[in-house]
């Protein structure tokens, strides 16, 4: 087996990663000039606006340069881990030269404030846009053959073949892998594993790598091998191929893990909340604004509920229930009432089933549209729910499934929601069985592990779509 590079942009990536901190400064600098223009029909002075390009200009090279990640190889990342980075760099860079501008520089005419925003808008859309542009151009050269990277991988037991299959699911990142090698290897037979032959024990791998284009070299073998990884290492130290390490960590049970730094220590978070940093501002951002929209459009439905709900049987309007919030703090949900005022069996909830006799006429109504929900809005104004999150639960039944159900209680790392993934994938309303609510529970963690803004919007659109075509809630 001879493997050849296609490599074309490999070959030339210092020239790309200069063009693309030139394309960045002309997108920084033509969308700062376009605001100017936008705010005052004409553009500055020549030499106040030389000067103030050339701020611009030494700033945006500082920021960039101190962010690591805005440069790096996006092969295999998520398009909103970049995003992120130049949004992180471009509120920097306008955030200081608004300060320079302002309380440094004396020219001929006052900036209002409402011209950065404009910056800010203008050259995060050009960013974004021509980034999206070079990830899709970058697709298209893979589909056609090129840019792609040739990878080894060094064992073939289960870590080996989990990688194999999450590559096979993601053909768009133009990874190949063309061997493995692995020291259970018999040199007189031939083996495969997922269609990818193993050519070689561990001491063959270097000759291999040597005498082909070999861009990686992933070592996937048990964290028990710590003697082969350093002799990989060591025998790889004189060649100029990638060497990544993969840790065995896909037999733990994991939620959103990540890998960091603390004081220069490297640290695998095996099971954290998505909701720290700029994550937890955008969702407290996109909860506010929704939940005070809907509120403002379904405040007359409301009162119109609340009437009927109060005409409907003796009782409150609002059913109150303690529940585990964010952290497993508990809270009050309020719901608008749909049944019969009665009492509960000792130290226990007993969940709505079909054709319940305790639902009320409007109780049905309510629980089939899910407007009986409405309050809850209130409780995402105060910050105790979110508008997309894990359906809060009984205390009760968290005592009953926390037992039963793996994970179960890592529900509770972000805040409770008023719909789900979990809600507009069928599973909602009763769950009478303990095969429910795992599959629940799973779709619960898949929406903390995957979280984003995006994934919040496609929750919330779907519940639109579903809400009166459910039969789950009754």
């Known amino acids: 087996m001879v493997i050849k590079s296609n490599g074309l942009i490999k070959r030339n990536i210092r020239e790309l990663d200069l063009l693309m901190r030139i394309l960045d400064i002309v997108v920084v600098v033509v969308s700062g000039f376009l605001s100017l223009y936008f705010s005052f029909d004409s553009m500055p002075h020549s030499r ?46 306008i955030m200081t030269v608004a300060m320079i501008v302002r309380d440094l520089l004396v020219i001929s005419r006052p900036i209002p404030d409402l011209l950065f ?35 080894v991988i060094a064992g073939a037991g289960d870590l080996g073949r989990k990688v194999i299959r999450e590559l096979s699911m993601a053909t768009w990142t133009g990874l190949d892998v063309v061997a493995f090698f692995d020291d259970r290897f018999q040199r007189d037979s031939s083996c495969a594993v997922e269609g990818i032959p193993i050519i070689g024990t561990l001491d063959d791998l270097h000759a291999f790598v040597e005498e082909n284009a ?12 710590e003697g082969r990884v350093k002799l990989i290492i060591k025998t790889l130290r004189h060649s100029t191929v990638d060497i ?7 037999t733990f049970d994991l939620l959103n893990h990540s890998i960091t730094q603390i004081s220069g220590i490297p640290v695998m978070n095996l099971s954290v909340t998505p909701m720290v940093g700029l994550n937890r501002k955008i969702k407290a951002i996109e909860d506010r604004i929704l939940a005070f929209l809907i509120l403002g459009l379904c405040m007359p439905v409301m009162i119109l509920i609340a009437i009927q709900v109060k005409l409907s049987s003796p009782g409150p309007i609002l059913f109150r229930q303690i529940r585990h919030g964010w952290d497993g703090r508990k809270v009050e949900i309020w ?30 109504i309510l629980r ?64 009478d069985t303990i095969e429910k609510m795992q599959r629940r529970v799973e779709y619960d963690l898949y929406y903390i592990s995957n979280w ?23």
């Open 214 to 225: 070999i861009d990686q070299v992933w070592i996937a073998l048990p964290l028990r091998a």
């Open 368 to 431: 089939r549209t899910s407007l009986d929900e409405l309050p809850q809005f209130f409780h995402v104004l105060q910050g105790t729910m979110s508008i997309v999150g894990p359906r809060p639960h009984a205390v009760e039944h968290n005592f009953l499934y926390r037992d039963e159900i793996d994970q179960y209680m890592k529900r509770h790392i972000v805040k409770p929601g008023i719909t789900g993934w979990a809600q507009v994938n069928g599973f909602r309303g009763e769950t």
């Open 48 to 93: 106040e606006a030389l000067t103030i390009g050339l701020i611009v200009v030494l700033i945006w090279l500082v920021a960039a340069n101190a962010n690591n990640n805005l440069y790096r190889q996006w092969r295999g990342i998520s398009l909103w881990v970049e995003v992120g980075a130049v949004s992180w760099v471009l509120i920097l860079v």
């Open 244 to 250: 990544l390490f993969i840790p065995d960590i896909f």
């Open 117 to 151: 925003g404009k910056w800010l808008v203008i050259c995060w859309i050009l960013l974004v846009a021509y980034r999206i542009s070079l990830r899709n151009f970058l697709r298209w050269m893979r589909r056609k053959g090129y840019n792609h990277r040739h990878i």
């Open 452 to 474: 984003s803004l995006l994934f919040d919007i496609r929750i919330i659109l779907m519940t639109i779509i579903k809400l009166f075509f459910s039969r789950d809630a009754y």
């Open 335 to 364: 719901k608008f009432r749909t049944m019969y005022v009665h009492k509960e069996p000792e130290g226990q909830v007993v969940q709505a089933k079909r054709n319940d006799s305790r639902v009320t006429p409007i109780g049905q």
